[in-house]
């Protein structure tokens, strides 16, 4: 039996949400010399209800699409249309890490407002993210060698089949450890190929829902009109497909529809949700004082660990490494050419973002 994976990452999520949320609040703020022209709160609120409704409606129309379209041949999982579609999820997942998430976490802890010692003697962002991307990759390792333990208990080593027979009947690497005699091989590998999708959508999943809060916290706290409307487009550009990478990490985790709902709830949910506590805490935050900047900022560097972990490792390397994509080499330039796309778009977005 698998672990309860909804169960972990509501309780990850939540722990994140209660405990830093309140770190960010200050009445200190730093002056940093700003123009005022585009300041209206007035103005302001109205643009953040848009921005709720519409990021509500283009996230789940992202993370949706995969798993409505399943049905219809073409977009199925062993489709190589689904397979370019998934790299330009990927480009876009990648881009987000690098041209976003990771530039913003070095302005804010690099900022004039925070004091020279420690956070403008040591580069604290790559250290973060650094040590997320491990830690991402303990998580995938250490579930995934529990659950093969869990599954070879009680297997007599003459049932066992050896990795070398593995791979011919399989016909490909094994990397899970030995297969279960009873089921030749199979079904421990399909069983440890489903968890280690699962693990890879939980995981996403959160990379992702850590920076849509931290963005439409920024976002509803804000009164720059001017900043307002290329952010919420920013936004509604990411979800909508970011959501179309992490869709297709749900579908091919096969999970009931009880927690495929409350994997795109979540997702869907947790900027606008941002949002609505930015607009609540909009009198008491202070994005410039320096408990929000570090806080914000090492959320940020976390969040782009994951997401350029994810991206480069469980995407573009599993695919294009594995034998769809190098039995195939037009399906592969054709995948290479969604990730520049999918790149090109955030890259492009970060110069109004």
Same mark, same amino acid.
């Given at each position: 039996m698998t672990p309860s994976y909804p169960k972990l990452f509501l309780s990850i999520f939540f722990l994140i949400l209660i405990t830093f949320t309140p770190q960010a609040l200050s009445t200190s703020d730093c002056q940093v010399e700003t123009s005022n022209t585009c300041n209206d709160k007035a103005k302001a609120l109205p643009l953040k209800i848009i921005g709720i409704v519409s990021i509500l409606i283009t996230s789940m129309i992202g993370v949706c699409v995969p798993l409505f379209t399943s049905s219809i041949p073409a977009f199925s999982p062993d489709r190589n249309l689904f397979v370019i579609v998934k790299s330009f999820a990927a480009g876009i997942i990648l881009g987000t890490g690098f041209m976003h998430v990771l530039p913003d976490s070095f302005d804010m802890l690099s900022s004039s407002c925070l004091k020279d010692n420690p956070w403008h003697e040591f580069p604290f962002t790559g250290f973060v993210a650094m040590l997320s991307a491990i830690f991402t990759q303990m998580v995938h390792s250490l579930t995934t060698s529990v659950y093969s333990r869990r599954s070879n208990?009680?297997?007599?080593?003459?049932?066992?089949?050896?990795?070398?027979?593995?791979?011919?009947?399989?016909?490909?690497?094994?990397?899970?450890?030995?297969?279960?005699?009873?089921?030749?091989?199979?079904?421990? =590998?399909?069983?440890?190929?489903?968890?280690?999708?699962?693990? *890879?959508?939980?995981?996403?999943?959160?990379? *992702?829902? #850590?920076?849509?809060? #931290? =963005?439409?916290?920024? *976002?509803?706290?804000?009164?720059?009109?001017?900043?307002?409307?290329?952010? *919420?487009?920013? #936004?509604? +550009?990411?979800?909508?497909?970011?959501?179309?990478?992490?869709?297709?990490?749900?579908?091919?985790?096969?999970?009931? +529809?009880?927690?495929?709902?409350?994997? =795109?709830f979540f997702f869907s949910v947790t900027a606008p949700i941002g949002i609505g506590l930015g607009i609540a805490l909009s009198n008491t935050y202070k994005e410039n004082s320096p408990t929000a900047l570090i806080t914000v900022g090492l959320l940020n560097a976390s969040s782009a660990g994951i997401l350029v972990y994810m991206a480069l490792v469980d995407f573009l390397a599993t695919e294009f490494m594995g034998q769809k994509l190098q039995g195939n080499i037009k399906l592969q330039l054709k995948s290479y050419v969604a990730v520049l796309l999918g790149v090109g778009g955030m890259s492009l977005m970060a110069k109004w973002a």
């Open positions: 208990v009680g297997v007599s080593p003459e049932n066992q089949v050896s990795d070398t027979e593995g791979d011919q009947e399989m016909g490909l690497a094994n990397t899970m450890g030995h297969f279960d005699g009873h089921h030749h091989g199979p079904k421990t =590998v399909g069983d440890a190929q489903l968890l280690r999708q699962r693990v *890879i959508a939980m995981v996403l999943e959160l990379g *992702i829902i #850590v920076h849509s809060v #931290v =963005v439409g916290l920024s *976002i509803g706290a804000s009164s720059n009109t001017c900043s307002i409307k290329s952010l *919420i487009a920013t #936004v509604c +550009f990411h979800q909508m497909f970011e959501g179309l990478g992490l869709g297709g990490c749900i579908l091919q985790a096969e999970y009931k +529809f009880a927690k495929k709902a409350m994997m =795109v």
